[in-house]
């Protein structure tokens, strides 16, 4: 009876050792599988979805010495800033919170100090920028030169530029978002932008 009686308590211990294991292994599992103690599992950052418009372009064809391209969902106004000078227009992509300012120049024995102005405005964004990067704008066709800055991270100006015949005429683009700078965020609009503005280089012409 005794013996019997042993074997019952040594099963009983047994199945409590048991009992206790398997709780601790589940126990650890569920926390682990919620991501830690606090029950929080870490998610990538995320952005709303957007909805970009089909490709329509229309004419430029101003009073000014040029003309060329751009995308029919934005606003050609008059420019912006606190000095503006004649010949100056803005892009306004509403829809985008986007504005590529264009500044006119006539060139009158100054083009050095216009493409060194240039520079000076676009190397000022390497301050935040991760990267720089310049591509040349050759047109023999239309007498269009000039150069394309890229910015990569968080700059307030993405894409800036400078076009000219190198004798009469210069003309700067920068574009600006007004939003909080977001290289990940706004690369899809980015990217998107970057594609008419470089549409419009393209068919950017003087006209005389």
């Given amino acids: 009876m005794t013996e019997q009686m042993n074997k019952q308590t040594t099963i009983g211990s047994l199945g409590r050792c048991n009992l206790l294991y398997w709780f601790a292994v589940f126990l650890l599992a569920g926390l682990f599988s919620c ?10 950052p995320g952005y709303f979805r957007i909805d970009l418009p089909s490709k329509e372009y229309v004419r430029y064809e101003g009073e000014c010495p040029y003309r060329f ?12 800033g606190s000095r503006p000078e ?11 919170k986007a504005r590529l300012y264009l500044s006119y120049k ?11 102005q240039s520079r000076h405005m676009a190397v000022q964004h390497q301050v935040k920028a991760n990267a720089m990067r310049e591509s040349p704008v050759i047109n023999d066709s239309a007498s269009v030169y000039g ?21 009469r005429h210069f003309m700067r683009g920068a574009l600006y978002f007004y939003a909080r700078p977001n290289a990940d965020s706004l690369a899809p609009v980015y990217e998107f932008l970057k594609e008419d503005i ?11």
């Avoid at 391209?69 to 912006?80: C, F, M, R, W």
């Fill in 147 to 167: 150069l394309i800055y890229e910015f990569g991270g968080n700059t307030a100006s993405s894409l800036q530029f400078y076009l000219t015949d190198s004798t």
């Fill in 106 to 116: 006539p060139v009158n024995r100054n083009l050095d100090s216009l493409l060194e």
């Fill in 69 to 80: 391209v751009y995308p029919a969902y934005s606003v050609v106004e008059p420019g912006h």
């Fill in 86 to 96: 004649p010949c100056w227009i803005d892009i306004n992509y509403k829809q985008f």
């Fill in 35 to 44: 991501g830690g103690a606090d029950g929080v599992t870490p998610r990538p």
């Fill in 198 to 208: 470089f549409k419009m280089i393209e068919t950017f012409e003087w006209k005389e």
